[in-house]
């Protein structure tokens, strides 16, 4: 129960503190969906993973020390101090060692390790700056549906309002013997399906805040709003060619770097591999001492600290291992990097061919976007004007209730065609310039 009221207060302090903050921009939104969504935060733990194995391939030049200390039971036969053997006795060893050892060469697997671990480290990096990417296009794309719910569901209320008008100014027109019963009742289901028109406006509009509200981590969309930009006419954007747009990117979209960074370690990868080939070479020392006793000694053993300063020792000695045969070990492993190399420029070029197929699919959508905008906009006018034209026949009569629904839902429907591709062409645009490296902004 104390853990569950722990969880409420902390999901009303989050739900009080969105709403305090008042209505968020999509600058403010990118912001603190970088910070706080859940998979931006999983790529900055890859990055933080990397820089952990980059420290763990450097510390590998670094002597290894290590220190160790045995103790041995013998009961039995055992050498005595004379260097002779006796039988039944019981004797006991303790020893202390210190040792070291210092790399020297080691076919270039050391260095070549480092290599690796600092491009691992970049293409993680990128890989996080191409998450940073996707939350701020999918915000991006969540605000402007917001947009558009928002105005669909305005267009709505105000359409079921002016109904509610009309059916008020219709029933006078039945009292006094204008309009028949039938005109009474079409009118009402009219303002009936305005009303259910107006209801589900307002629950894709929920639907749309909700959706936002999830990228950024909050505890509830109850209190959410957004700033509504003002926004001109993006049908006069100027659209560079796709062409000249992915010169920009291929040079700073992050999702190229990271395959780039991935085929230069695998380069690396190689020459690490052939390092199997070469002989390693290492340094090594050490100190130690031993204590010994012998029940059955014919003569006293010196005590414990005169013989560890007696039994005291040091060592110093180079190691060299030259490879002959390692069973195709070290043949297979060059070509298995041979072979990631190769797979690794292959997906380079994939990943390009993918960003310019992007921008080339992102281009024609803006150039349709723009084209709909435009067409949309005189077809939203001439279909009000319509409407407004109809309406005022069906107030005197001369037009009936059939005539005047066709003329609302067309109206209708090309309004919220035009408010679509409105906020379709800005996304689009913008999109556009985004590619280029330029940020997400209404």
Not at 22 to 30: D, E, R
């Amino acid at each position: 129960m104390k853990h569950f009221l722990i969880v409420t207060a902390c999901l009303c302090a989050g739900v009080a503190a969105q709403a305090q903050q008042g209505p968020w921009s999509l600058s403010q939104c990118i912001d603190y969906a970088l910070e706080h969504n859940l998979s931006v935060q999983q790529s900055a733990l890859a990055v933080e993973q990397r820089e952990v194995d980059l420290s763990t391939a450097k510390g590998r030049r670094l002597p290894g020390l290590s220190a160790s200390a045995s103790e041995n039971l013998s009961f039995g036969r055992g050498l005595t101090e004379d260097n002779t053997y006796s039988d039944n006795t019981n004797t006991s060893s303790t020893s202390f060692t210190i040792g070291g050892e210092i790399p020297i060469f080691q076919g270039f697997d050391i260095t070549n390790g480092i290599k690796i671990g600092e491009l691992n480290l970049a293409a993680a990096t990128a890989d996080l700056e191409k998450a940073r990417d996707d939350i701020r296009v999918a915000v991006a794309q969540a605000y402007v549906q917001i947009l558009y719910n928002q105005e669909l569901a305005r267009v709505a209320a105000e359409q079921a309002s002016h109904d509610a008008q009309l059916l008020e100014q219709v029933r006078e027109r039945r009292l006094a013997g204008l309009v028949s019963d039938a005109e009474v009742s079409a009118q009402q289901a009219t303002l009936a399906q305005s009303r259910q028109s107006q209801i589900q406006a307002e629950g894709n509009l929920r639907v749309a805040v909700l959706e936002l509200t999830q990228l950024l981590e909050l505890p509830s969309p109850e209190g959410f709003d957004i700033v509504v930009p003002e926004v001109g006419d993006p049908s006069r954007a100027l659209l560079m060619r796709p062409e000249a747009i992915y010169e920009d990117a291929v040079a700073i979209k992050p999702v190229v770097e990271a395959a780039r960074i991935n085929a230069d370690a695998a380069a690396v990868g190689v020459d690490r591999a052939k390092g199997a080939y070469l002989p390693r070479l290492s340094l090594n020392g050490g100190i130690g001492t031993n204590y010994y006793t012998n029940s059955s000694s014919p003569i006293p053993l010196p005590n414990f600290g005169t013989q560890l300063k007696k039994n005291f020792s040091q060592s110093l000695g180079l190691s060299l291992s030259i490879p002959i045969f390692q069973r195709m070990s070290a043949r297979n492993g060059v070509r298995t990097a041979e072979i990631n190399l190769k797979g690794q420029q292959i997906q380079l070029e994939n990943v390009k061919k993918a960003l310019y197929k992007e921008i080339q699919q992102a281009y024609y959508n803006a150039v349709t976007a723009q084209a709909r905008y435009e067409g949309s906009q005189e077809a939203a006018a001439s279909a009000r004007q319509h409407y407004e034209l109809t309406e005022e026949k069906y107030k005197v009569g001369k037009a009936g209730v059939t005539d005047y629904n066709d003329a609302r839902n067309n109206w209708l429907r090309a309004e919220s065609e035009h408010i679509q591709a409105r906020y379709q062409c800005l996304y689009q645009t913008k999109l556009l310039d985004f590619y280029r490296g330029v940020a997400l902004e209404f």
